[in-house]
């Protein structure tokens, strides 16, 4: 089993692809790396921890609020779903997570359900 770290942001229906990993496959952790929005709004279906980040902060500042958020709770195993959200906030969730030493895997859900991508 694996950790999920999963950016939860803005985009058209990318809150479904983050609801759908967490309820079609078994997580050891669940990580919801969004917004004080995201937590307010976002019902994930099984237990998850919301980090909550104020995305416009410098890239720098993202990247350490999220790895010192993660610092002590990630395991090594990461998989990561980066399809919602904007790339600032991708690059802080990856230098984070590599900063962290956690090996990572995208996943996604597809047709044929949760897939490493």
């Not at 983050?18 to 279906?45: C, M, S, Y």
Request: hydrophobic fraction near 45%; charged fraction near 25%; proline fraction near 2%.
């Amino acid at each position: 089993m694996a950790d999920l770290v999963a950016c939860l942001s803005s985009g058209k229906g990318t809150w479904m692809q983050v609801a759908g990993l967490i309820k079609r496959q078994e997580w050891d952790n669940i990580f919801l790396i969004t917004n004080q929005f995201g937590k307010e709004n976002f019902k994930p279906e099984k237990p998850a921890q919301f980090i909550v980040i104020d995305f416009n902060k410098q890239l720098t500042d993202l990247v350490e609020d999220i790895r010192k958020s993660l610092a002590g709770k990630v395991g090594v195993d990461v998989g990561i779903n980066l399809i919602s959200g904007t790339g600032k906030e991708h690059m802080a969730i990856l230098s984070a997570l590599l900063k962290l030493g956690a090996g990572i895997r995208l996943v996604a859900l597809t047709s044929e359900g949760v897939e490493e991508v």
